[in-house]
């Protein structure tokens, strides 16, 4: 075999990286801060102090451009990582691209997905401060479960509320938070004020499940709230992805024209993207960055760039941010992490400042890429990143047109095998494009809290 035909390019334990890439300190000027839900001032480290530990309030507001994983982190982080890159020579062909197409996949993590990263981080920091439990809500079960395994890992108890209709629709994420020693409510639940106060029968939210996950953290001494995504210090967290895919790619000897990543909360675009914005910022590199969002949920592309609440109800911090209105209710889009209102601050100040361009992604064509992925490459990706893959073939499509051998990295956030409903619903010509509306926005922009315009 020639190099030139390599297929994976791995790298030995010891090249975990040793510390998160802190973008916020490269960014030009001072971010801007979130503010007190009722007085509307900037947040002080004791209003978080309740729900976190001061380990990650001191992340989310540092300007240190990199902190230190600690050894004890590193080592779980061993049991998957260095997660592989693989560079994607059969799709290439598949696609008759001169593109030379690599994905970094996250889906060997044992939650199948990116958000152990995280998870495993925080449940070191609260357990080094001494915090006994962690409370957490859950959309499809994703966040709730790779929670459920590092709280396992550190010896933490896990309460997870998870959002009653996928609690009553997705049995085996609930069985997964189950296995690694969680225990799942069914929200709304009796156990909180916020979840006696709706429906016996109801459906549930994820704002519900919010309120009643901090409502347990906040009324007790020794338990602590946590957030999968969205917030600096989880984007943080997940930027081992893109500092191992650099190395990565120099051992391919190649360096990425576009990074294209799927966009929920912005955690796992971050992760891939943030080493790499730093090249750019830092040594004049100039690689191109694209976020895939769904059309049905299109926070980047139409959303107003505004103060807002991170949750449904209002109960959170106002953050600065691209937002269709914290109160929007998305479509049932099958991509279940993908639907929220908002995204990570840092993430809408890169798009804002042009940095990053979003791209809206409508969910037949992102399944039918994933469905050609899945032929070619083997992998049955995750609805989410299935959306980075349609915007990597878009961009796999001008290079042919442009008759350029393009560096295309993606990021390949995790497996769909949870997901085989939505492959189901979109083989059997079942799965629609659901249309945003306009008047819907426009009623959700004059619902937005009282609040300082960002510039
Ligand atoms: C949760 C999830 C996402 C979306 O969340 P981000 O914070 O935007 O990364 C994307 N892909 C997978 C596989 C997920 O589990």
């Not at 002080?44 to 990650?56: H, Q, R, S, Y």
């Not at 946590?226 to 893109?242: A, D, E, F, K, W």
């Not at 400042?353 to 992604?361: N, S, Y």
């Not at 001008?398 to 769909?416: K, M, N, Q």
Request: charged residues 20%; proline residues 8%; aromatic residues 8%.
């Amino acid at each position: 075999m020639s190099v030139s035909e390599q297929i994976q390019f791995p790298l030995p334990e010891s090249a975990i990286p040793t510390h998160w890439v802190n973008l916020l300190a490269d960014l030009p000027g001072e971010p801007l801060p979130p503010l007190h839900p009722a007085t509307k001032e900037p947040l002080g480290p004791d209003d978080l102090a309740p729900l976190f530990p001061m380990a990650l309030i001191g992340q989310e507001v540092s300007a240190e451009p990199e902190i230190e994983i600690p050894d004890e982190v590193r080592d779980v982080y061993r049991l998957w990582r260095p997660t592989p890159l693989l560079r994607a020579r059969r799709l290439e062909r598949a696609l008759d691209t001169p593109a030379h197409i690599y994905y970094k996949y996250e889906g060997v993590s044992p939650a199948g997905s990116h958000k152990p990263n995280t998870a495993v981080a925080q449940a070191y920091f609260n357990r080094q401060e001494g915090v006994r439990k962690l409370a957490t809500e859950t959309g499809a079960g994703q966040w709730g479960s790779a929670l459920a395994l590092a709280c396992q890992l550190f010896g933490l108890e896990c309460e997870v509320f998870m959002v009653g209709v996928s609690y009553d629709q997705k049995p085996y994420r609930r069985a997964m938070i189950e296995a690694w020693g969680g225990t799942v409510h069914r929200s709304p639940s009796e156990l909180t004020e916020a979840g006696r106060s709706q429906g016996e029968h109801d459906s549930g939210s994820l704002g519900i499940a919010i309120s009643e996950a901090v409502e347990v953290a906040a009324g007790s001494e020794d338990t602590n709230y946590t957030l999968g995504s969205v917030l600096n210090h989880v984007c943080l967290h997940q930027t081992v992805i893109g500092q191992e895919a650099i190395a990565q790619l120099e051992l391919a000897g190649e360096y990425p024209d576009v990074v294209v990543g799927c966009v929920g909360g912005g955690s796992n675009f971050a992760g891939i993207a943030y080493p790499f914005l730093r090249a750019n910022l830092r040594d004049g590199k100039s690689t191109r960055f694209v976020a895939a969002e769904p059309s049905a949920c299109p926070t980047l592309t139409r959303g107003v760039y505004r103060y807002d609440f991170g949750d449904t109800v209002g109960l959170t911090p106002l953050m600065p941010m691209y937002t269709l209105g914290h109160d929007f209710v998305p479509p049932p889009v099958h991509a279940g992490g993908l639907r929220y209102h908002g995204d990570a601050p840092s993430l809408c100040a890169l798009v804002k400042e042009g940095l990053v361009e979003p791209r809206a992604i409508h969910q037949t064509s992102a399944f039918e890429a994933a469905i050609r992925f899945a032929r070619t490459e083997g992998i049955i990706p995750g609805p989410e990143p299935a959306h980075a893959l349609r915007a990597a073939f878009d961009e796999a499509e001008a290079a042919r047109e442009a008759d350029e051998e393009r560096v295309i990295l993606i990021g390949l956030s995790g497996h769909g095998h949870f997901d085989m409903s939505a492959y189901e619903a979109f083989l059997g010509g079942e799965l629609t494009d659901l249309e945003f509306s306009q008047a819907e926005m426009d009623a959700a922009i004059e619902r937005l809290p009282e609040a300082p315009v960002p510039g």
